[in-house]
């Protein structure tokens, strides 16, 4: 079926190893289960511990290694030990920017087996395309006057004819692709009245071309209220960069927490490699302690696998976390259970095994 995948591994910070060591086992447990499925893992070890030793997040060379595979696996990233402006900028932004992923997947399905805190929280299943390449995510501006009273902030927002209308387009052609009906802009062109007022003519053109897709247009203050008050009735959500961002932190906690919440960020022409990494951080909190839930991450995996053209074996993965989440004997603290973050891997890990065997024996 497949010619061989070479994935390069970044687990990062905290959480991000062990959780990636769980993404790992499933992949591993997949590649002898099932001889056409061809992948290597290179693991790279760029983390803020790496920075302290090196002084550098990534090797100057670090982009252009990256350039060499076929999808990057992502954990996390994030210590207190190490600024911002070193692990988001040097590290993430570059990988998001410079190998063009312009769109972040954020899946928000409310997975069999999970209550949503929502009264109303059921049927839940849409996911979130936000851009991911500009908006206001740029480190255009600067700071004037450090400390006195004349300070001055600026902080610009790049929003594009071009960055735009890929995104829209990217939102309709995969709602179309889905069989969905409808895409919900988020805006808030009555108060950003330069660059959102452009998204929303882009958007708009775009929606043009798809005359059985229909377009609505929310502020981004009524669109969250929306999403707790009536979340069964988005399918596509398209967003800027920071609407985008924050959009799927709320998405995720319709949806039973970050623990539950995957993305991929992807270049759509496949020049460079795409990444798949869970939407949560690195979580210091819980790092060390084995008790992280790995579910994120290994459904980061299955969107790997189905972007790399293998769908039937990300169904898969989703269909088994579905069935460990619904026989309930295995949870991690966050879905209210005890287990650990490794017994929560290996009850994946068996579920796809006895699904495959179940399969293997219904073709006799
Ligand atoms: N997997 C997403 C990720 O690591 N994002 C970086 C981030 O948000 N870091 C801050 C944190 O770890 O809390």
Redesign the pocket.
């Known amino acids: 079926m497949n010619s061989g995948y070479q994935i390069a591994v970044l687990p990062?910070?905290?959480i991000?190893p062990e959780v990636v060591n769980e993404a790992i086992k499933v992949l591993e447990l997949l590649k002898k289960l099932d001889s056409s499925l061809n992948i290597e893992f290179e693991t790279f070890d760029w983390s803020s511990e790496y920075y302290l030793e090196h002084g550098h997040i990534m090797p100057p060379n670090g982009l252009e290694k990256l350039k060499e595979y076929d999808a990057i696996l992502?954990?996390?990233?994030?210590d207190h030990r190490v600024s911002d402006e070193v692990?988001?900028w040097q590290l993430?932004m570059p990988i998001r920017k410079q190998l063009q992923q312009y769109i972040n997947f954020r899946p928000v399905k409310l997975l069999k087996g999970v209550s949503s805190p929502l009264k109303n929280g059921h049927d839940i299943d849409f996911v979130i395309i936000r851009e991911n390449a500009e908006g206001e995510y740029s480190n255009s501006g600067g700071r004037l006057y450090h400390g006195a009273e004349e300070e001055i902030a600026v902080q610009n927002t790049i929003i594009t004819r071009l960055g735009t209308a890929k995104c829209a387009n990217y939102a309709f052609e995969y709602a179309e692709k889905h069989g969905k009906r409808k895409v919900t802009s988020a805006t808030k062109s009555n108060a950003i009245i330069h660059s959102m007022k452009l998204w929303d003519e882009v958007v708009d053109e775009v929606s043009g071309n798809y005359s059985s897709i229909s377009l609505e247009s929310y502020y981004i203050d009524a669109l969250a209220a929306y999403f707790v008050s009536k979340p069964a009735e988005f399918d596509v959500v398209v967003a800027s960069n920071l609407f985008g961002d924050i959009l799927s932190d709320l998405g995720s906690a319709v949806v039973g927490g970050l623990g539950l919440s995957p993305s991929a960020n992807i270049n759509p022409e496949g020049d460079f490699p795409s990444m798949f990494?869970?939407?949560?951080?690195?979580?210091p909190d819980i790092a060390g302690k084995g008790i992280a839930n790995p579910i994120a991450q290994i459904w980061s995996a299955a969107l790997m696998l189905e972007y790399l053209g293998r769908e039937d074996l990300g169904a898969l993965i989703v269909e088994s976390i579905e069935q460990v989440l619904l026989s309930r004997e295995v949870r991690t603290p966050d879905l209210g259970g005890t287990s650990t973050t490794s017994e929560m891997g290996t009850a994946i890990c068996d579920a796809i095994h006895q699904k495959l065997l179940r399969e293997k024996v219904d073709k006799l």
């Not at 992502?74 to 994030?78: M, R, V």
């Open positions: 990062g910070d905290g991000g992502f954990g996390a990233i994030g692990t988001i993430i990494e869970p939407v949560h951080g690195s979580a």
